[in-house]
């Protein structure tokens, strides 16, 4: 059976939209645990950052912190970490001398490359032992999208 037609008989059946709400946010946390786990050899703030980095492109310390809901302070030591490896790029700001863009470089841009490849195939694996289809995964995925746009 599909997650549509398990989410379908569920949602027919219990009427808790509380009930289903919170599950929904406890299961996509162990989730988010469970891919934590799987050492990717980067830590889970550094790669938040990269993925900013990479939908938003070369971006100040300021949308960066405001984008991850973290404070300035917090987000300049993390991109400090990350200039530090090489995975980033700081550069003047071409039209606030005050402020720096920080862009992703080749190799931060190779690393979250890798870390998602991980964390893929570590879903992928999951969701073929559950039994479940690709058709599965994309409905999940499209729910997940609309929820937090």
Do not use: F
């Amino acid at each position: 059976m599909s997650i549509a037609c398990l989410c379908i008989l569920v949602v027919v059946s219990n009427h808790d939209v509380q009930h289903l709400s919170n599950e929904l946010v406890v299961l996509t946390a162990r989730l988010v645990r469970v891919v934590r786990r799987n050492d990717v050899g980067v830590p889970a703030a550094s790669t938040r950052v990269l993925s900013l980095l990479d939908e938003l492109g070369p971006s100040t310390v300021g949308a960066l912190a405001e984008a991850d809901r973290c404070r300035q302070p917090t987000m300049t030591g993390l991109v400090k970490g990350l200039a530090d490896k090489g995975w980033v790029d700081r550069s003047p700001h071409p039209d606030d001398a005050r402020s720096t863009l920080v862009a992703l470089s080749d190799a931060g841009r190779a690393q979250l490359a890798g870390v998602r490849e991980r964390n893929a195939a570590l879903v992928a694996d999951r969701t073929e032992a559950a039994g479940l289809s690709p058709d599965d995964l994309a409905t999940a995925v499209a729910v997940l999208r609309e929820l937090v746009s």
